[in-house]
C-alpha cells in the first residue's frame, strides 16, 4: 500500500493534478489495474505491481510500435516506469454488426506494416513469461528457425524446468525438429507487425464501436502466427475471417499450419497454469507425427 500511495504521488506530479479516486477494475494475471479520477475530471487507466520490474516498459514499447501501422486504435501511453503503466480510458462501446468485419480489414492492414527481419529490437512478455524477441542473424532471416528456436523450443524447455514434460511430448520435439521445415513449408512471406498475443480479451470494442488493441506481446513475424492464435479458444466472428481474407489472402496450406501455431500458445498457457494444457499440447503436436 504504501508503495502504491508514492506511485500515485509520482503520478500527480506528472499529471499537475490530485487523484481524486483509485477505481480496481478487472484484469490479468499479471499486473493490477484501476481507473484513476483526476481532480479535473479526466480518468486514466493504470497498471501497478508488475511481476517483472521491465514488464510495463516492454508493454509500453509494443503498443507504441502498433501505432505506427496507424490501422488500428491502440490506447495512448501517457506515463511509464518500472512501477506503472499510465494509459488513456478506452470508454467501451457496444459492437454494431459491422465490427468484427471493420476489425478484420484493420488487423489485415496492420499485417501489411512489415520489417526487414523477424523478431523485435528487444525482448518482452506473454503475458507473465518472457518472450525472446532478440535472435542471431540466420534467425532474423528465416522464420522457421526462429519460430521453432524463439517460440516452440524455448517455451518446451521452460516446461522442462518446470517438470511439466511428459515422454508424449518429449519424444514429439525430438521428432518436431526435423519436420519443421516441412510443416512450415509454403508460409514464406516478409516480416508483418504482430499484436503477438491476440484473443478476444486483448481487444476492446471502443464507444465507436471500433476495435481497440491492449496488452501486446509485439514482434515482426508471420502473420498466420496471429490469426491462429485468435481461433485458439472459439475463435472470432465469421465475418472477421471474412473480410480479412478479402483484404489480404493468408497463403494457401494455413489451415494446416494452424495447429503448430497454435502450440506456442497452449506451451505457454502448460507454463503460466500447468498440467491441465498438457493433454492440448500433446494432441497439437502429434497432430503432425502420427
Known sequence: MENYRAIISKIEDWAGQKVVSARPIGGGCVSKADLLTFEKGSTCFIKTASSASDIFEKEAKGLQELKKAACIRV?????????????????????????????????????????????????????ATPQINICNKVEAENWCDFYYNKRLLYQYKLAEEKALVGPELKNGFILLENRIEEILEGSEEKPALLHGD?????????????????????YYGHREAELAMTRLFGGFDASFYTSYQK???????YDYRQNIYMLYHVLNHLNLFGNSYYGQAVKLLWSYLD
Open 247 to 253: 483484404t489480404y489472402p493468408l497463403p494457401e496450406g
Open 198 to 218: 491476440l484473443w478476444s480479451g486483448n481487444f476492446l470494442c471502443d464507444s465507436q464501436s471500433k476495435a481497440c488493441l491492449i496488452d501486446p506481446a509485439v
Open 75 to 127: 490506447p495512448e501511453v501517457f506515463f511509464v516506469d518500472k512501477d506503472c503503466l499510465l494509459l488513456e480510458q478506452i470508454h467501451i462501446g457496444t459492437q454494431g454488426y459491422d465490427f468484427f468485419s471493420n476489425f478484420g480489414r484493420q488487423l489485415a492492414r496492420l499485417h501489411q506494416y512489415g520489417a526487414l527481419r523477424f523478431g523485435f529490437p528487444q525482448d518482452n512478455y506473454i503475458g
